[in-house]
């Protein structure tokens, strides 16, 4: 929501400015000038980008003006999740999970969590690490290699359409001054006309270079911005999950494991200790009745520490 109304503020705020100042209003609307700076923008990012990359600068700039930003909810959730894993581990093996990592859609434990089966690439970190260390043979040391490398791929693969959008954020100046400078040859073709005829050419060619500042700066660029920080939250969500699956390995208690991914958590969004030890204490969101209100779901003791 704060991206739409960030948007709705950038473009008030300049109309206000210029209707303030007596402006009129109908002189900003070029569509001859917007169709040369947004046509070519596009035609930019045709050329230099192959069609994948282009979905996925859509879909991003879609998730960030509908934003489902990693929320403390979120994290407690994951939390209480591998911790539910790490116990039946403890209990059972890692050959007791096989069947968990294998087909999560099926899982007891995932089902409790739908927004994590929903978060196809979180659910593919997890379940291919854990179903490595089932083979065994593998050291922490390299298994932490391994998601490292898992995660620079896939860090690197969802800043491509954030880079490919911010070098148009960088071309909008440029081609607003080509608007300007096919307005400037339009207006010399029109000397020894009526003097307010050359004005409006004038004011045309100008607002083609006004156009490609504002996009470039009012928009597109912010927009590449807040794209960064999507990915930037994500690669932190799949930092916890990492450190949390590397302290269990090493033989930390599963509390102590998942006290570890807390602590990795950014600040912003890092629940308390306490927070914690309830969310671990009581049942998945999933597993309370429709019709028990909070009061009544009691917590159940933690049968592993």
Same mark, same amino acid.
């Given at each position: 929501?704060?991206?739409?109304?960030?948007?709705?503020?950038?473009?008030?705020a300049?109309?206000a400015?210029f209707?303030?100042?007596?402006?009129?209003?109908?002189?900003?609307?070029?569509?001859?000038?917007?169709i040369?700076?947004?046509?070519?923008?596009?035609?930019? &990012?045709? @050329?230099?980008?192959p069609?994948?990359?282009?979905?996925?600068?859509?879909?991003? @700039?879609?998730?960030?003006?509908h934003?489902?930003?990693l929320?403390?909810?979120?994290?407690?959730?994951?939390l209480?999740?591998?911790?539910?894993?790490?116990?039946?581990?403890?209990?059972?093996?890692?050959?007791?999970i096989?069947d968990?990592?294998?087909?999560?859609?099926?899982?007891?434990?995932f089902?409790?969590?739908?927004?994590f089966?929903?978060?196809?690439?979180?659910?593919?970190?997890?379940?291919?690490?854990?179903?490595?260390?089932?083979?065994?043979?593998v050291?922490?040391f390299?298994?932490?290699? &391994?998601?490292?490398?898992?995660?620079?791929?896939?860090h690197?693969?969802?800043? &491509?359409?954030?880079?490919a959008?911010?070098?148009?954020?960088?071309?909008?100046?440029?081609?607003? @001054?080509?608007?300007?400078v096919?307005g400037?040859?339009i207006t010399?073709?029109?000397?020894?006309?009526?003097?307010?005829?050359?004005?409006?050419?004038v004011a045309?060619?100008?607002?083609?270079?006004?156009?490609?500042?504002?996009?470039s700066?009012?928009?597109?660029?912010?927009?590449?911005?807040?794209?960064?920080?999507?990915a930037?939250?994500?690669?932190?969500?799949?930092?916890?999950?990492r450190?949390?699956?590397?302290?269990?390995?090493k033989?930390?208690?599963?509390?102590?494991?998942?006290?570890?991914?807390?602590?990795?958590?950014p600040?912003?969004?890092?629940?308390?200790?306490?927070?914690?030890?309830?969310?671990?204490?009581r049942?998945?969101?999933?597993?309370?009745?429709?019709a028990m209100?909070?009061?009544?779901a009691?917590?159940?003791?933690v049968?592993?520490?």
């Open positions: 929501m704060l991206p739409i109304i960030g948007i709705i503020v950038v473009f008030g300049v109309i400015g209707l303030m100042e007596k402006g009129h209003l109908l002189v900003l609307i070029q569509p001859s000038e917007l040369t700076i947004v046509g070519a923008a596009i035609g930019t &990012m045709l @050329i230099a980008n069609l994948h990359i282009l979905k996925a600068m859509i879909a991003g @700039i879609l998730v960030v003006l934003p489902s930003m929320g403390k909810s979120r994290y407690l959730d994951t209480k999740m591998l911790f539910d894993l790490f116990n039946k581990v403890r209990k059972k093996g890692l050959i007791g096989e968990d990592v294998e087909k999560p859609v099926e899982s007891e434990i089902k409790k969590y739908p927004d089966l929903k978060d196809h690439h979180a659910r593919a970190f997890l379940c291919d690490t854990l179903r490595t260390a089932i083979t065994g043979g050291e922490p390299d298994m932490d290699q &391994m998601m490292e490398l898992d995660m620079d791929v896939a690197h693969e969802v800043m &491509m359409p954030v880079d959008l911010t070098t148009v954020a960088d071309a909008l100046p440029g081609l607003g @001054i080509v608007a300007a096919l400037v040859v010399m073709g029109s000397l020894g006309g009526p003097p307010e005829e050359i004005g409006k050419k045309a060619a100008l607002v083609g270079t006004f156009l490609g500042i504002l996009l700066y009012g928009l597109v660029g912010p927009l590449a911005s807040s794209m960064t920080k999507v930037d939250s994500q690669n932190s969500y799949l930092h916890v999950i450190v949390v699956i590397l302290a269990f390995l033989g930390l208690a599963p509390v102590l494991a998942i006290e570890m991914g807390r602590r990795a958590i600040e912003h969004v890092r629940p308390t200790f306490d927070e914690m030890e309830i969310a671990c204490k049942p998945a969101a999933s597993e309370v009745p429709p209100s909070a009061s009544q009691q917590p159940a003791g049968s592993e520490a």
